[in-house]
């Protein structure tokens, strides 16, 4: 079964510095996408970034960027300079099934908190 | 532009009532999704559906069915509801469906079933 795992259910950081958030996952197939969602206090889920299998470079969106490792199904999520709206809920999700019957398939979260 | 939009915002709902929650989007997203959300076991696809017309069964199914009659909504019905279908309910919606697209999110509709 395909399968998405977090490791770690709750990290602090220090507003400014650098975390790192942990994702791997489980799959046979060769081509599939890799999403990081963030999930406030307020609830809504944003898309924080995206990373493409087939593509060797690791994806970056401003301060947010990932340590893509195929061989190894590592996915992990670095936060630079992190401020205090980047406190909430960040959720890994893979793209796993074939065709039509591809789904994200979600690990069980990571709570972020910034501290002042 | 609203996205989506999800109601009711959150519903108190009586054991063995029907209830439907809405779904609309905007964008003209060909797939839409519900999950729902529960502490400690994250994101669960309840059903889906890649085009208008067309629907399928997620990870947890039971007790739930959708319809999708046009490409802007897609609600989901509880026929019966029960205690164990409390839970955070989110819509969401993609270009295109088989996942290697962003979903978007609605702002979730939290139902207690007492």
């Known amino acids: 079964a395909q399968t998405v795992t977090q490791s770690q259910p709750e990290m602090s950081v220090q507003e400014a510095e650098t975390v790192t958030l942990s994702c791997t996952y489980d799959?046979?197939?060769?081509?599939?996408?890799l999403f990081w969602y963030k999930q406030p206090p307020s609830r809504q889920m944003i898309l924080v970034i995206r990373q493409e299998a087939y593509k060797q470079q690791n994806a970056t969106e401003n301060r947010f960027s990932v340590n893509f490792q195929k061989a190894a199904k590592s996915f992990s999520l670095k936060i630079s300079d992190s401020q205090l709206g980047d406190t909430a809920m960040y959720f890994c999700?893979?793209?796993?099934?074939?065709?039509?019957?591809?789904?994200?398939?979600w690990g069980l979260g990571t709570s972020l908190a910034v501290n002042p | 532009i609203a996205g989506i939009t999800q109601a009711p915002t959150s519903q108190i709902l009586a054991a063995g009532r029907r209830m439907t929650l809405r779904c609309t989007q905007d964008m003209r997203h060909n797939a839409m999704y519900w999950y729902r959300q529960d502490l400690g076991l994250g994101l669960r696809l309840i059903h889906y559906?890649?085009?208008?017309?067309?629907?399928g069964k997620g990870e947890v199914p039971d007790g739930y069915s959708v319809s999708r009659a046009n490409t802007d909504d897609f609600p989901l019905t509880l026929a019966s509801a029960v205690p164990s279908q409390t839970s955070v309910y989110f819509c969401?919606?993609?270009?295109?469906?088989?996942?290697?697209?962003?979903?978007?999110f609605g702002p979730g509709t939290r139902l207690t079933v007492t």
């Open positions: 969401a919606s993609s270009e295109v469906g088989g996942a290697f697209y962003e979903q978007y």
């Open positions: 799959t046979s197939e060769s081509n599939y996408y």
């Open positions: 999700a893979f793209s796993g099934g074939a065709g039509n019957n591809r789904k994200l398939i």
């Open positions: 559906s890649n085009t208008a017309g067309t629907t």
